[in-house]
């Protein structure tokens, strides 16, 4: 057993801490300790934290809407684990898991209802593709790959079915051990307060701070829905999940100043809002959101122990010992920067966070930023 110790690392809260690891997990966690003849990695004062897990991305290659690849998204971006969001369904899942499998970064999949996934943008406007019985053998089939199902529900998606993709949802999710669920929202049908009065606690809305009619702020007052309040307090999950078309900083800065604040930070990430923005990557997501107010403590949270729980993700998201080898090396630095939400707005950011080495596993490797 050949053992690495990281060294002068410190915590996102400033505190001093030291890491053993072996194996692919940690064996030792510190505020100093000795190297003994041990392989050292100085990290000279950077800040570490768990590995970063983003919980919303769109990373099967061989979609055509919304794919990406997951060490473009993943490691090469600080990114220890992604968990792409409903882009296959049962009937292509499995295509998706071997070519996950080849990937340095970890992948998990959230599986569309919708038995072929995003193949096209209405996927739920035919609900013969929504089969239980084929969920249920995905889910068995691949027990440590798929660890939950997901609902697109906006009126691009569900044609005129309403509400009852949804209802499906939550019918398929009691079924198969109450797997997280994962509820997109965007323009009506169906209503907003409807997928809420279906959705239950530790369901994820994602798209939570987008700009439209139809997401929480009432726009003739500017203030927060009330029924969206009582799905927050009920314990509805909110995850930003980026996007191209939803994030939206007014939204996001009106619920921070009313202290309804974002469970988890996601991007949304595929191909085209890679490349060509308004999303980028991973750090760029946070630091928007902390030019909106979170601190870079709550942010680092958000994209570790917040995510990994949310979705049972044990070995992940703290640095503990016995849990895996996963860890993002970062700097924060007092440089500004134009930041561009899914709407054109603007905000200037006036501190960047900037991986520089990612850990998986154990392995190694330098960032491409």
Known sequence: MSEVVLKNGRLITGEACEVVFADGKITEVAKVIEAGDRQV???????FSAGWIDSHVHCYQEMNLYY????????????????????????NIGRFYELAK???TNVY????????????????????KVQADLVKQALAELPEFVIGIKARMSKTVI??????????????????????LMVHIGSAPPELEEILTVMGPGDI???????????????????IKEF???AYRDGILFDIGHG???????????AFKANMLANTISTDIYIRNRTNGPVYDLATTLEKLHTVGYEWPAIVEKITKAAADQYHLSQKGQIEVGKDADFTIFKITDEEKELVDSNGNTRQAKQQIIPVQTIIGGVMYDNQL
């Not at 809305?205 to 203030?223: A, E, R, V």
Request: hydrophobic share 35%.
């Open 159 to 180: 044609g005129s079915n309403g509400i009852t993709p949804l209802n499906l949802a939550k019918e398929i999710q009691a079924e198969n051990k109450n797997l997280p």
């Open 68 to 91: 990406d690849y997951p060490d473009q998204i993943g490691v090469d971006k600080g990114v220890t684990t992604v968990i792409d969001a409903g882009t296959t369904g049962a009937e």
């Open 244 to 254: 191209t078309d939803s994030f939206n900083f007014d939204v996001a800065e009106t």
């Open 109 to 128: 999949a959230l599986l569309n209802i919708s038995k072929f996934g995003i193949v096209e943008q209405d996927e739920l406007a035919d609900l013969t």
């Open 205 to 223: 809305l994602t798209h939570c701070f987008n700009g439209k009619p139809n997401g929480i702020i009432d726009q003739s007052t500017g203030k």
């Open 102 to 104: 080849e990937a340095k």
């Open 41 to 47: 990695v100085d990290l000279a004062g950077n800040y």
């Open 228 to 230: 969206v309040w009582q």
